[in-house]
């Protein structure tokens, strides 16, 4: 079974600054994706970024980018320039296979709070 | 923009009660989920649903059943409320046919039910 682990329950970070939220992960599968979704406070939880195991870029979404680093079964999360509605549960996931109806497995989360 | 609905935001209920939480999807969503959310346990999956009348079991589906009887509609069922189960409950869609691979969840608000 799949197993994604958040070793950072909580963070901070000042306004402006960057920040690096780590997620490992493990499988034996070849074909698989990895997501970070956010969850901001009470509201809705919305996908942050998305990467596919077999492009070697890491995917990048404005300020939002990633550290994919296959062999070692680590997917972090960069943000950069972190603004003040960055202030979110960040949870990072897995799904083998190629897409279609496979289910995600989360992490337990990161807990991140950005400062004035 | 796709809009995923939990019929209630909060909920409170009493022991050996039967409970409702039911989700609605405007997106033609083949998948949908019922997760549950907990302070350092992440998300949880109950049940999920390929598409209509199916349904597959998740991780921890024990005091849950589900019901997917309209595509746009998936409904969870707690038969006898223990106050175990007093958790946030989120319900979550995503097409089986996104052109790139792994479709986006996408999440409702979030239904918080307390069992006294």
């Known amino acids: 079974a799949q197993t994604v682990t958040q070793s950072q329950p909580e963070m901070s970070v000042q306004e402006a600054e960057t920040v690096t939220l780590s997620c490992t992960y493990d499988?034996?599968?070849?074909?698989?994706?990895l997501f970070w979704y956010k969850q901001p406070p009470s509201r809705q939880m919305i996908l942050v970024i998305r990467?596919?195991?077999?492009?070697?870029q890491n995917a990048t979404e404005n300020r939002f980018s990633v550290n994919f680093q296959k062999a070692a079964k680590s997917f972090s999360l960069k943000i950069s320039d972190s603004q003040l509605g960055d202030t979110a549960m960040y949870f990072c996931?897995?799904?083998?296979?190629?897409?279609?109806?496979?289910?995600?497995?989360f992490g337990k989360g990161t807990k991140l709070t950005v400062n004035p | 923009d796709v809009k995923v609905t939990q019929s209630s935001r909060y909920l409170v209920k009493r022991t050996g009660e039967k409970v409702f939480l039911e989700c609605v999807q405007d997106?033609?969503?083949?998948?949908m989920f019922w997760y549950r959310q907990d302070p350092g346990l992440g998300l949880r999956l109950i049940y999920f649903?390929?598409?209509?009348?199916?349904?597959e079991k998740g991780d921890i589906p024990e005091g849950y059943s589900v019901s997917r009887e309209k595509k746009e509609r998936f409904s969870l069922i707690l038969e006898s409320a223990s106050t175990n189960q007093t958790s946030m409950y989120l319900c979550?869609?995503?097409?089986?046919?996104?052109?790139?691979?792994?479709?986006?969840?996408?999440f409702g608000e979030g239904s918080r039910l307390t069992v006294l």
């Open positions: 996931a897995f799904m083998k296979g190629q897409g279609g109806s496979e289910k995600l497995v």
């Open positions: 979550a869609s995503r097409s089986a046919r996104s052109s790139g691979g792994a479709g986006e969840l996408f």
């Open positions: 649903s390929y598409d209509v009348k199916m349904k």
């Open positions: 499988t034996s599968e070849s074909n698989y994706y």
């Open positions: 990467q596919e195991a077999y492009k070697q």
């Open positions: 997106m033609d969503h083949e998948n």
